[in-house]
Structure formats: C-alpha cells, structure tokens
C-alpha cells in the first residue's frame, strides 16, 4: 500500500508547514513510521520516525525544529516543521520504519525561499 504525504508548499525561511501522511490498513497502529526526504541531486535521507508507542527519533539537521507524531485512531503520522531552512527544500515522503519498498508514495514537495 503507497502511503500519501500532503501538506507541501512554498514557505519563506523561518517559516512553517505541517505534512500530513494517511495510512490504511490494519498494520499502521503497530508499526513504526517515518518520514524521509529527498532534494535534487542528492539521495534520499531519513528526517524522524516515531514508533507505535510515541518514541521519536530525529536526524541532526532537524532536531529542535522538526516534530514527528501521530494519531493511530485517524492512521495518519504529521511532521510539523519550524525554523524552515533553505536546505530544508526537498520531496518529503513518508513510509514505515524501516521504510517498505512497495510503501513509498509520490512525495510532498517542500520548497524554502532564502
């Protein structure tokens, strides 16, 4: 099952945005999520993932300014984003944790302005 993130846009640095994933099935309550990110030229990286229990994890370019959560009676998993940065422009895109091959969506584009 794809796993479609939304809430993209253009935003001006310092600024906010909110994604959005929804999941079906019966599997997302027990499983861990994560978001994950790819800027042109460049590979895709992990940014946070959160487990079914509410534990977080966050990579170093995003901690303090980023926020992963979820509620399991919707399926849905939100990345919260604060203190955008240029170099925080990129395709987001949500998946399980470790990230599923067949899960992978089309993305949320996610564009700073210096």
């Known amino acids: 099952v794809q796993l479609q993130a939304s809430g993209g846009g253009l935003v001006q640095a310092g600024g906010s945005l909110r994604l959005s994933c929804a999941a079906s099935?019966?599997?997302?309550?027990?499983?861990?999520m994560g978001w994950y990110r790819q800027a042109p030229g460049k590979q895709c990286e992990f940014v946070a993932t959160i487990t079914f229990g509410g534990l977080t994890n966050y990579a170093d370019s995003v901690k303090g300014r980023f926020t992963i959560s979820r509620d399991n009676a919707k399926d849905t998993v939100y990345l919260q984003m604060n203190g955008l940065k240029p170099e925080d422009s990129a395709v987001y895109y949500c998946?399980?944790?470790?990230?599923?091959?067949?899960?992978w969506g089309q993305g949320t584009l996610v564009t700073v302005s210096s």
């Open positions: 099935g019966s599997i997302f309550s027990i499983s861990a």
């Open positions: 998946n399980y944790s470790p990230p599923r091959g067949n899960s």
